[in-house]
Each structure stands twice: as C-alpha cells, then as structure tokens.
T-cell receptor, first 119, second 111 residues
Framework: AAGVIQSPRHLIKEKRETATLKCYPI?????VYWYQQGPGQDPQFLIS???????DKGSIPDRFSAQQFSDYHSELNMSSLELGDSALYFC??????????????????FGQGTRLTVV | GEDVEQSLFLSVREGDSSVINCTYT??????LYWYKQEPGAGLQLLTY?????DMKQDQRLTVLLNKKDKHLSLRIADTQTGDSAIYFC???????????FGTGTKLQVIP
C-alpha cells in the first residue's frame, strides 16, 4: 500500500540558508500535517492543511511557511535557517470524509521524516 | 487542554510483559494511538483505538482505554529485545484535527 512520501530524506544546510521539504500524502488523503521533532523530544505540531486551506497552526516560526497544492502534496519552506532548526521533520496525512456529513475520518499516517541538519 | 503525559522510562526483562501508561486531558479525543520510534527512525503506527472502545487486542499488543479517567495503556506480551524503542501515546479529536503526542516512554528490554 502507498504510504506518505517525504523528500528529501536527509538535508544539510548552512545557517541563514533556505530549505524546502516536500510531502506527498497517501492517495485520496486530503489533509496533511507537519511536525518537528528535536533530539530527544516528542513531535511538535507545526501546521496542517485541509483541502488546500490551512486548518490549524501550532508552533511554527514566522521564518517557516507551508502550503498544500492542488494535487494535495505539501511543501514546508524554511528560511534564515538556524542551528536550532536541526531536527526530524515529519509529514502525516489523513482523509477527512465530509461527504456523508458524519465527519468520519481515518487515522493519520506518518512519513519516514526528513532529517535536517543545519551547520 | 491537549496535554498527553507518559512516564519517561520502562525497563523489562525479555519474555516479560510490558505495560506503558498514558494520560490525556482532551475529552474530545476520538482516536488514541500508540506509535513506536526506533533510534533515528520514523514513527511507526502500532495500533489505535476509538474512544467508544475500551479494549483492543492485536497479536502481542493489548490497548486498554479508561475514558472516564482518560487513561490509556499499551501492554506488550512476551517482550522481545526488538521491542526496545520509544513509544509515543497520541490523541486526535478527528476530522482534520492534529495528532498530539505524549512525551514518549523509552522501553528498554534486558536480555
């Protein structure tokens, strides 16, 4: 079965550079979530999109932005990188079934993550 | 609130059962999850339970939910050295709501 695909898997950037992380959700999933996991930390929610609109916002720095495209893939853009941005970045996707009006949704599946190292 | 709390560390002998506990505060939680993360690896969904269930069993894994006390547990029977990892409890209200993770419990299995 297809899973959530993240690219790249590893990324090394210098301070003040820019990075773009990509997430391809499971087919027919309409919601994507971004998480940041620092060393020894639990994953912290950054931002999410439902049907290409931002649905929730967590602890995402102003230097970061994200969007979801018409094909439902999402990109997380990170500018003016700092050493503290070094972390594992996860994307997750889920399907929110609004057609039946029940709001039933499937569980969220996570990708393997992108390990960003800022040097 | 959306706090999810776990104990940080658990050590068991190989072959014994492990029980990892979690408490949460969000009464609107619809889905409760257990994820496993090995060092440097991604999040592997082990199992999940709907809030209208009180137990779910899947091979060696048993999830118990006490909705009144907002307490979730994961029991691993016949724990193996390959089970050594960090286990995250997580909750989600449903719809397009985000997953909120607990602090993670590091399980160490002693041969």
């Amino acid at each position: 079965a297809a899973g959530v695909i993240q690219s790249p898997r590893h990324l090394i950037k210098e301070k003040r550079e820019t990075a773009t992380l990509k997430c391809y959700p499971i087919p027919r999933h309409d919601t994507v979530y971004w998480y940041q996991q620092g060393p020894g930390q639990d994953p912290q929610f950054l931002i999410s999109f439902y049907e290409k609109m931002q649905s929730d916002k967590g602890s995402i720095p102003d230097r970061f932005s994200a969007q979801q495209f018409s094909d439902y893939h999402s990109e997380l853009n990170m500018s003016s990188l700092e050493l503290g941005d070094s972390a594992l970045y996860f994307c997750a996707s889920s399907r929110t079934n609004s057609y039946s009006g029940t709001g039933v949704s499937t569980e969220a599946f996570f990708g393997q993550g992108t390990r960003l190292t800022v040097v | 609130g959306e706090d999810v709390e776990q104990s940080l560390f658990l050590s068991v002998r190989e072959g014994d059962s492990s029980v990892i506990n979690c408490t949460y505060t969000d009464s609107s939680s619809t889905y409760l999850y257990w994820y496993k993360q090995e060092p440097g690896a991604g999040l592997q969904l082990l199992t999940y339970i709907f809030s209208n269930m009180d137990m779910k069993q899947d091979q060696r894994l048993t999830v118990l939910l006490n909705k009144k006390d907002k307490h979730l547990s994961l029991r691993i029977a016949d724990t193996q050295t390959g089970d050594s990892a960090i286990y995250f409890c997580a909750e989600r209200a449903g719809g397009y709501q985000k997953v909120t993770f607990g602090t993670g419990t590091k399980l160490q299995v002693i041969p």
